[in-house]
């Protein structure tokens, strides 16, 4: 089974990554998040997560920075919190968006490490997923970042490759309203 992996950013998906090429799975990674503010920050999540799939010998595959059409998608739900509708939204549009990719460039599912992060909740980036994959017909495989010691490898990968390890998910600082 050749899966696409959605990737947020390196600190989340480094593990992840590691045990799949361990486990000798198929497959390579997309990064695809309009969500993401400012432009330059973007810029150096792909930066860092690509750097990290050259590290590891992982496909790497970047997806278009449409951030209006992202904007336009959580229009009204600018208040909400994180873990909130506007989430709700974001994990459905980056989900949909990466099944449609691997639909039409031969991959048999995805799979995604959005819900990694302890500020996360994973039962709503499964729920987001379950929407995606009923509509595009493209299987979700849900992957374990954080127990079995995923947690601790993932700390210790991005001390040992220095990753760049931004505070907040992607769309304001976590500081200000969420
Ligand atoms: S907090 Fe993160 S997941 Fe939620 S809407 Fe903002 S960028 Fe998307």
Same mark, same amino acid.
Request: aromatic fraction near 4%; hydrophobic fraction near 25%.
């Given at each position: 089974m050749r899966i696409l992996l959605l990737s947020c950013c390196a600190p989340c998906s480094c593990a992840v990554i590691e045990k799949m090429v361990r486990e000798g799975r198929d497959f390579a990674v997309a990064f695809y998040n309009?969500?993401? =503010?400012p432009l330059a920050e973007h810029e150096k999540r792909r930066e860092e997560n690509l750097r990290l799939c050259k590290n590891m010998n992982v496909p790497f595959v970047e997806l278009e920075y449409d951030n209006a059409t992202w904007q336009a998608a959580v229009k009204g739900l600018?208040?909400?919190?994180?873990?909130?509708r506007r989430c709700d939204v974001c994990f459905y549009m980056r989900l949909k968006r990466v099944m449609e990719y691997a639909r039409e460039n031969g991959f048999d599912a995805v799979a995604s =490490?959005?819900? =990694?992060?302890?500020?996360?909740?994973l039962a709503q980036v499964n729920r987001a997923a379950a929407k995606a994959s009923a509509e595009s017909g493209v299987p979700y495989v849900e992957i374990e970042g954080r127990k079995g010691g995923m947690q601790d490898r993932r700390l210790q990968l991005i001390k040992e490759l220095a990753l760049y390890s931004q505070d907040y998910c992607g769309c304001r600082p976590r500081t200000k309203n969420i």
């Open positions: 309009p969500n993401i =503010v600018e208040d909400e919190p994180e873990r909130g =490490v959005l819900g =990694v992060s302890r500020y996360k909740d």
